[in-house]
C-alpha cells in the first residue's frame, strides 16, 4: 500500500471525525427545534429498533477485511473470489432475515408501543420503521464491498466518500426540514444517501480494484472457521446495542416520545464524548499489538498502558469537568427548553465512562493476545443484567432511571472487574496505573470545586456569556493542569511540535 494512503486515509479519518462531531452539535439543535420532540423522539425509537438488527452482520464484516488481507499476503487470488461469492450469498440470506423480523415488528407495533404513543405517532414510527428496515437489506449484500474497500487499504476514496455524504446529507435536511419536512423525510434522505454510497462502493471495486464474485460450491468448513473468528465480535456487538440502543426502545414502550427524545440527546453527547478517546488510542496501537505479540514481560505493557491512560485522561479530565460545569447551561441553550434533563442522563454516562476510555488500550492488548474471551462473555452479562434493571426503572424515573441502570452495569463490569482481571489475569499493574489517576485529578478536582462555587454567582443565560465563562475556565485549568498534573513527557508531547513550528516561523 502507497504511504500517502495510510497518511492522507488517517488525516481523513480525523476530518470525518471533526465533521460529525460538528455536525452534531450545530445541525442538532436546528433539527430539535424543526422537529419537536415527539417526532425527534419517533425518529430515535426506530433507529434504536434497526439498530439492534445490524448486530444480524454477525461479525461477519471484521472477518472479510482479515481473511482478505491474508489472501492478499498470500497471493490466493481464486480463495478471494470465492470468499466474496460465498458472503454475497450469506449476506443475502441475512437481508431476507432482516425484512421478516422487520415485519413481525411493524406487525406488533400495536403491542408494543400502544400504551405510550397516539394513533397519529404509532402510523409514523411504524413507516419509519418500514423504511429503515429495507435500507438496512439492501446494506447488508452491499456492505461486503465496503469491507472490500477496507481489506485493500483504499483509505482516500473511503473517507472522501464518506465527508461528501456527510456534508450533502446533512445540506439536503436542512433544506427540507425548512420546508416542513420531518422524521420521515430524514429516514428518506437517509436511505437515498446510503443506496448511493453502497453503488459508489460496488463501482469502485468492480472497476478500479477489478474485483470478481465467484459463486462455488458453499464452503461450510471456511465458515465454520469465520465463525469461530466472528462470534466474541458479534458478541460485542450485542453488547454495545444493549447498552446503548435498549434505552430508547424501553422508554418508548412505557414512557412516551418526548422521554426519548431527551434520552437520544443525552446518548448523542455520550457518543461524541467517546470519541475523544477513541481518536486519541489509536495513534498508539500498532505499537501496543506488537509489544503485545512478542509477548514482552508485564513491566513494559504496564508502562505503556499506564502512559497511554495517562495522555487520554489529560483530555477525558478537562471534558468531563468542563460538561460539568458548564454542561447544564450548554443543553439549555444548544437543545432549547424541556432538555433539562439530558445533563443528567448524560453525566451519569460520562462518569463511569471516562476509566474504561482511559484503559481502551486494554482491548488491544487483548486482542493482540487473543484473550477477548472473558471480556466478551462479561460485557455481555452485565448489559443483560443492565437491561433487566432499565424496564422497572424506567417505568418509574423515566429517562435518569434508565440511565442509572446503565451506569450501574458500567461501574461493575468495566471498572471494577476489568480492572480486577488486568491485574490479575493480565499482569498490568492496575494499581500503579489508579495512583497515577488518582495524582493527576487533584488539580481538575479542586479547581471544579472553586468554579461550581462560582459559578453560583452568576447565571450564563446567553452563548456569549457561557463561552466567556468556558474561555474564564481553560484559561486558569490549562496553564495549572499543565504545571501541576502533566509529567514531563506529557508536557513534551505539548512542547515539541510548538518549538518545531516556531522554528519553521
Known sequence: MPKSQLKIGALLSYVVLALQNLVGLVYTPFMLRMMGKSEYGLYSIAASIVAYLTILDLGFGNAIVRYTAKYRAEGKQEEQYRMFGMFFLLYCVIGIITLV????????????????MTAIELQRTKWILVLMVANLAITFPFSLFGSIITAYE?????????????????????????????????????????????????????????????????QWGF???????????????????????????VLGAYVGTAVVAVYAVAIQLEQMYMSFSTAISGVFLPKVTAMAVMDSDGKAISDLFIKTGR??????????????????????????????????????????????????????????????????????????????????????????????????????????????????RQRIDIVRFWFEILKMSIVPAILTGAAYYALQQFVLDSILELCLGIILYLLVYL??????????????????????LLKKG
Open 223 to 249: 465458515l465454520k472457521e469465520v465463525s469461530v473468528y466472528s462470534f466474541w465480535i458479534f458478541l460485542n456487538a450485542i453488547m454495545d446495542r444493549i447498552y446503548w440502543s435498549t434505552g430508547q426502545f
Open 311 to 424: 495522555i487520554q485522561y489529560c483530555i477525558m479530565a478537562l471534558v468531563l469537568t468542563g460538561f460539568f460545569l458548564f454542561g447544564r447551561q450548554f443543553i439549555c441553550l444548544w437543545a432549547g427548553e424541556g432538555y433539562d434533563d439530558a445533563y443528567t442522563i448524560a453525566m451519569l454516562f460520562f462518569i463511569p465512562l471516562t476509566i474504561p476510555l482511559c484503559q481502551n488500550l486494554g482491548i488491544t492488548i487483548l486482542q493482540a493476545r487473543n484473550q477477548m474471551r472473558f471480556r466478551s462473555l462479561l460485557y455481555l452479562f452485565i448489559s443483560l443484567t443492565s437491561l433487566g434493571a432499565q424496564i422497572p426503572l424506567s417505568k418509574y424515573y423515566g429517562g435518569i432511571g434508565c440511565a442509572v441502570a446503565i451506569a450501574g452495569a458500567l461501574i461493575l463490569g468495566q471498572v471494577i472487574i476489568m480492572n480486577v482481571y488486568y491485574q490479575i
Open 154 to 218: 483504499q483509505f482516500v476514496f473511503q473517507k472522501v466518500v464518506a465527508i461528501v455524504r456527510i456534508i450533502l446529507n446533512t445540506a439536503t435536511m436542512v433544506v427540507l426540514l425548512t420546508m416542513g419536512y420531518r422524521a420521515v423525510a430524514m429516514v428518506v434522505v437517509a436511505t437515498i444517501f446510503n443506496v448511493v454510497t453502497l453503488g459508489m462502493n460496488f463501482w469502485y471495486c468492480k472497476h478500479y480494484l477489478k474485483i470478481k464474485l465467484k459463486f462455488t460450491k458453499f
Open 101 to 116: 423480523v422487520g415485519g413481525v415488528l411493524y406487525l406488533n407495533a400495536e403491542n408494543i408501543f400502544d400504551a405510550s
Open 479 to 500: 496553564p495549572l493542569f499543565f504545571a501541576l498534573s502533566m509529567n514531563a513527557y506529557e508536557r513534551d508531547l505539548i512542547l515539541q511540535p510548538v518549538k518545531r
